[in-house]
Every structure is written in C-alpha cells, then in structure tokens.
C-alpha cells in the first residue's frame, strides 16, 4: 500500500514541478502574455482536478494502511487547498479576469502560493511514509 501512494503522489509532485516551474513560464516566454494566458488557464482545471483525484486516493490508501497521522494531515491539507484552488479560486479569477484585473493578479498570487503549499504538503507526505521503513 505504501508503494501506491508513493507513487500516485511523486506523479503528481512531478508533474507539478514540471508544469509549474517549466511549462508554464516557457509558455510565458514564448507566447504572447494573453495568449500564454489562454493556455494555462484551459489546463489549470485538468490539473487541479488529477490533483484532487491523486490526493484523495493517497488519502483513502493511507487512513486504511495506517500510514500515520503526519501523512494523513499533510494530505488532507493539500486536500483542502486543492478543491479550494479547482472551486473557488480558478472560477473566481477566471470572472475577475475580465473585469478586475488588479483583483485578477491579487488571485493569481494566491493560486501560486496555495500550489506551492500544496506541493509542499505533498512532499512532506512522502517524506513522511519515507522514514517510517
């Protein structure tokens, strides 16, 4: 059991990484702002979403297996931050993009920083189940 939610949560770290330190600036620096905008915003949803499904099972699979409090907090965290980001903070920015823009970048900042906990958190879990063998 250990090894499915080490594995399904280093996926998703991965491709966090890739997407949030790679991708996404690469698209920034090749496109047009607008334009690299798009783009990142039509993924965003996708990527939260897999986020979600990621955590939850790593959730489930670690309540069951006993995996300790530690991981279990520290998934349910980026849980929480997660569905915060896919429901409430992607939709809201979305809306304020075009009416708000200075709203916009304060809920941008807040995205980055909630996905930067988020992976963090995520992180710390591995750890977390790393050091109990």
Do not use: C, W
Not at 2 to 12: N, P
Not at 103 to 108: E, G, L, P, V
């Amino acid at each position: 059991m250990e090894k499915l939610v080490l594995s399904v949560l280093s996926a998703y770290l991965g491709m966090g990484m890739f997407f949030s330190f790679y991708i996404a600036p690469l698209l920034f620096k090749m496109l047009e702002r607008e334009k690299a905008g798009s783009v990142v915003e039509n993924i965003f949803p996708v990527y939260f979403a897999i986020g979600i499904a990621t955590v939850f099972i790593g959730l489930l699979v670690s309540f069951f297996a006993s995996l300790g409090r530690k991981v279990y907090l520290s998934l349910a965290g980026a849980l929480i931050l997660l569905l915060i980001l896919e429901f409430y903070i992607v939709p809201t920015s979305h809306e304020l993009k075009a009416t708000d823009y200075q709203a916009f970048m304060r809920f941008h900042t807040y995205s980055v920083i909630m996905n930067v906990v988020t992976m963090l958190l995520i992180l710390s879990s591995i750890f977390f189940i790393l050091r109990r063998k």
